[in-house]
């Protein structure tokens, strides 16, 4: 196999597509958001991207066959809005995967025509919160102004450390070939998968591409979270000394 081997499954005439990519992060955000839109829309497979960047083993089915591991890409359309959505279990395990396979993800967008690009993530709070914001970062001034009229905070300094990974070459690299990227990241703990967060970070994409979905199952998820987090927090009551009101916070 080559470094990096795409196959093509399909070649949809799409109009004016965006790329949606959500793979692995923090609370798994973005993962949930794209998995909610392929559960909830009808997609089509496009391409699968190989790589021996990605880790060196296969999934196994339920009728018990081997695939090996790979990121792949979906077109489906959001009421008017073609979309191309970006995912899979695994990202690159060094960073010259990451460029390399980041740059092949932007070369199968350009070969759709894609000029606006939406990485999604998650930012880590190291606390439980109840107020789900959504940060951002972008390519372009015009696309930050867009972006906080949908509700997008933009802070100073935020994320600390800057973004890395998939979700922040594609904002980089897609920003030095010319094409409107951004990065939404749904604060979260950072200790679980958090739908909550997901939720907020695709209320920001309805605003954005201007469509509708339906949230059942991501806030069936939520409370299935919600009642984890409280039997944590009660295992940590019934261990933890008495303490102040300083003190009284979730620690991971």
Same mark, same amino acid.
């Given at each position: ?21 959500? %793979? ?15 559960? +909830?829309?009808?997609? $089509? ?18 009728? =018990? ?6 990121? $792949? #890409? ?5 009421? +008017? ?19 390399? *396979? ?32 959504? *940060? ?9 102004? +867009? #972006? +906080? ?6 802070? $100073?300094?935020?994320?600390?450390? =800057? ?5 922040? %070459? *594609? ?7 010319? *094409? ?45 979270? $919600? ?20 003190? %009284?916070?979730?620690?991971?």
């Amino acid at each position: 196999m080559d470094e990096i081997d795409i196959e093509i499954v399909a070649n949809p005439d799409l109009e004016a597509p965006v790329l949606i990519e959500g %793979l692995p992060g923090v609370g798994h955000v973005g993962k949930l958001v794209v998995e909610h839109l392929l559960e +909830e829309k009808e997609s $089509e497979l496009v391409r699968r991207v190989y790589s021996e960047h990605l880790p060196p083993q296969v999934g196994v089915g339920d009728d =018990g066959t081997a695939s090996l591991v790979c990121i $792949e #890409l979906y077109a489906l359309t959001l009421d +008017e809005q073609d979309v191309l959505v970006l995912t899979g279990d695994y990202q690159a395990q060094d960073s010259v995967g990451h460029y390399r *396979l980041t740059n092949a993800f932007l070369d199968i967008a350009d070969e759709f025509g894609v000029e606006r690009i939406f990485a999604l993530g998650g930012v880590p709070t190291g606390e439980l919160i109840e107020e789900y914001a959504v *940060l951002g970062a972008a390519a372009t001034t015009d696309f930050v102004d +867009e #972006l +906080e009229d949908a509700g997008v905070e933009f802070r $100073e300094d935020e994320p600390a450390g =800057g973004i890395v990974g998939t979700s922040g %070459l *594609l904002l980089g690299l897609g920003g030095r070939r010319g *094409l409107e990227a951004t990065c939404l990241m749904g604060e979260t703990s950072g200790y679980l998968v958090d739908p909550k967060s997901a939720q907020a970070v695709l209320e920001v994409l309805q605003t954005m591409l201007d469509f509708e979905v339906d949230f059942s199952s991501l806030e069936d998820r939520a409370e299935e979270m $919600e009642e984890v987090v409280n039997k944590i927090e009660e295992m940590e009551s019934q261990q933890a000394p008495i303490a102040s009101d300083d003190d %009284l916070r979730y620690i991971g």
